[in-house]
């Protein structure tokens, strides 16, 4: 749903005007940036080495050396969950890349050209929404076997569509407008007017299905590692971690706990700020 | 109206075709040799099958034909709702799927049953009340029933109900307490999203020019609320729903698996551990097949609720 506020009382006096300073957003905005930090500076982070199993430590509560504690085999999970920040964020970054160029060339391509081209594409994007997301990821991973590239494929093909069909319906308006036929007119190649022209004005909804589509990937790809169909141990990967500390769930609850709200706030915060950029820029 | 229903049926079937065509496709990714597999799974083992049983089974299963060949083969029997048998037991795809989505079905209905009665009167009243701290309070827990893994409201549902209070039951399929714990984990997100929407449809009809006109005409609260407003805000309800249906049935794969509940979702994920094909395929199908249907479903509901959309 679009902005339910008038637009005229927005007070454009600044970047960030009296609506985006709530806390929420503020709280939302720093969750985004230490996950990006971390995913970043994760090997400088970790106290631990994270592949250092010592089977004395098992399942060991949090402690001073080990702040959340270790797991089956006495690794420390805080620096098993640093790495599988890393690990979990990098692949839902790479497939939003990877969905967002795909769809954004299809709805272009579909919305500039029109006619045959447009109706063929747009079907086919149809028969791809057709599948539920996570079954269709699941089903393509576990065929493809397990690997970055095979999940990073099987989550990918199955979220480019969105992007897709919000880029052909901005496009279709844009392309009817007086500046681009102008532009046309005035002999402006038609690279140009997709790039200069096009592009641009769909910049907007797309930020915004990116940030919510970052949110759905991570989400995405640490539940195919839950189920055991993505990254695999003793890689740490938050969905992977998941899977491993599940059996301990009676004896040592803190496997799960951690490793489910680092999961939990990087996707908060990413749908948070989706809406927010929601709001500021009215898309759908 | 009659050209409507033609052309969305029609839609339908098309899309539906181009589902079955990439379910087949999905296959080719597999690596190795089809037709070893087949062997091996049919007589367990690789050292039990030599390599004329493997030429025979390529024959006789259609594998060495082109790929258009095999899927036209597929199809044909796919029409005629065969759906092969399972490479594991033998027992028809069909069947399998049919008896674990009845389950899966008990599983969504409770968690839809859930989202509804909860999100019904929040989102009614965040919408009413909008810029107070209930619609504040209602906005933050939804988006965070939004965000929250499946699988980790899950666990700790179980962590809390089953290990520390030792209340409800954790694991399988039995009596009405099972459903409980599955349940409020499948409903969480839907309920949070249906709050959401619905506030923002009340919003929207409350700015409506008939909305200012009926109150004021001076009609009572009460029946603007339930007559006009209702009517109106439920609409995109109904959508949601459809979609959400579609949500649902992905999350009940992986709620499933927490649960060890015995529905589609959990064979799925047998399945594919046990690179049992037709089976995989089978349920891919089966699960497509279901969202179109939902969304034609969908779109024949906005089409009689909505009035409006028959005029453009």
């Known amino acids: ?75 420390c999970l805080f620096s098993r969950i640093i790495i599988g920040v890393r690990t979990s964020i990098g692949l839902g970054v790479t497939v939003v890349v990877f969905s967002c160029m795909l769809g954004v060339v299809i709805g272009l391509l579909s919305g500039f050209t029109g006619g045959f081209v447009d109706e063929v594409l747009m079907r086919i994007t149809d028969i791809f929404f057709s599948f539920p997301e996570i079954l269709a990821a699941m089903a393509v991973a576990g065929l493809a076997g397990p690997g970055a590239t095979n999940l990073l494929f099987a989550v990918s093909v199955v979220s480019w569509m969105r992007y897709a069909r919000i880029v052909r319906g901005v496009t279709l308006s844009v392309k009817e407008r007086e500046y681009v036929k102008y532009a046309h007119l005035s002999g402006v190649s038609t690279n140009s007017i997709i790039f200069r022209h096009i592009l641009p004005v769909n910049m907007s909804s797309v930020i915004v299905l990116a940030t ?73 | 109206m009659g050209i409507f229903i033609v052309k969305r049926i029609i839609t339908s079937l098309f899309v539906l075709l181009g589902a079955s065509f990439l379910t087949y496709g999905m296959m080719m990714l597999a690596p190795g040799d089809a037709a070893l597999e087949i062997a091996v799974a049919r007589y367990g083992g690789e050292d039990r099958v030599d390599a004329e049983t493997i030429d025979w089974i390529r024959e006789q299963e259609g594998l060495s034909k082109p790929f258009i060949h095999q899927y036209a083969r597929w199809l044909k029997h796919v029409v005629m709702l065969d759906l092969g048998r399972s490479m594991v037991d033998g027992a028809p795809v069909l069947s399998l799927i049919r008896q674990r989505f009845s389950r899966t079905l008990e599983l969504v209905v409770a968690a839809i049953s859930i989202a509804l009665v909860v999100s019904l009167p929040l989102g009614i009243l965040a919408g009413m009340k909008r810029g107070t701290w209930l619609d504040s309070l209602c906005a933050s827990v939804s988006v965070i029933g939004v965000s929250m893994p499946n699988y980790w409201l899950g666990i700790i549902l179980i962590v809390v109900f089953c290990v ?56 009572g609260k009460r029946p603007v609320l339930f007559r006009h407003l209702m009517k109106n805000a439920l609409i995109p309800v109904v959508t949601v729903i459809g979609i959400e249906l579609g949500m649902l049935l992905e999350g009940a794969v992986i709620t499933e698996t927490v649960f060890a509940w015995p529905g589609i979702g959990e064979l799925m994920v047998t399945a594919i551990s046990n690179r049992d094909y037709p089976l995989i395929q089978g349920i891919v199908l089966f699960s497509a097949t279901v969202f179109i249907v939902i969304n034609f479903i969908v779109d024949m509901l906005y089409y009689f609720l909505d009035p409006r959309i028959r005029m453009t």
């Open chain 1, 212 to 284: 919510i589509g970052l949110a759905k990937a991570i989400l995405a790809v640490s539940s195919l590692g839950f189920l055991g169909f993505g990254v695999q141990p003793p890689e740490p990967e938050l969905g992977t971690l998941l899977m491993e500390g599940k059996d301990y769930i009676m004896s040592a609850p803190h496997l799960c706990l951690y490793p489910g709200l680092a999961v939990m706030f990087p996707v908060l915060s990413f749908n948070i700020l989706g809406d927010k950029l929601q709001d500021r820029f009215g898309g759908n």
């Open chain 2, 164 to 219: 520390r209070l030792k209340l409800l039951p954790a694991f399988g399929r039995g009596d009405i307490t099972h459903i409980i714990l599955p349940s409020i984990t499948l409903g969480t997100a839907m309920t949070a999203y249906t709050t959401k929407i619905l506030r923002n449809a009340v919003i929207e009809t409350r700015q409506s020019d008939f909305y200012t006109a009926l109150k004021a005409r001076g009609l």
């Open chain 1, 1 to 75: 749903m679009s902005d339910t506020h008038p637009q005229h009382t927005l007070p454009q006096t600044g970047a960030l005007s009296a609506k985006y300073r709530n806390p929420i957003f503020v709280i939302a905005a720093v969750i985004t940036c230490l996950t990006i930090f971390t995913a970043i500076a994760a090997p400088l982070l970790v106290p631990n080495d994270p592949y250092q199993a010592n089977l004395s430590l098992r399942l060991a509560p949090p402690s001073l050396y080990y702040p959340m504690g270790n797991d089956a085999l006495g690794r």
